[in-house]
């Protein structure tokens, strides 16, 4: 586990800095771009499963 821990930190402290160009920081700087279609899944699947179970 400690060894798995290691691995993850070095993986994200590597990538945490966004490419030059972008505003954001971190590996979610693309994010504004997608936010949208994530919203537009999340609203879609709710109603989906409130539609099912009620």
Do not use: E, T
Not at 17 to 35: E, K, N, S, T, W
Request: without cysteine; hydrophobic residues 55%; aromatic residues 10%.
């Amino acid at each position: 586990m400690k060894k798995l821990s290691l691995i993850v930190a070095a993986m994200f402290s590597s990538a945490a800095v966004a490419h030059p160009g972008h505003d954001g920081v971190g590996l979610f700087h693309h994010m504004q771009d997608i936010l949208p279609i994530v919203l537009a899944v999340i609203i879609v699947g709710g109603y989906m499963l409130w539609k099912k179970y009620h």
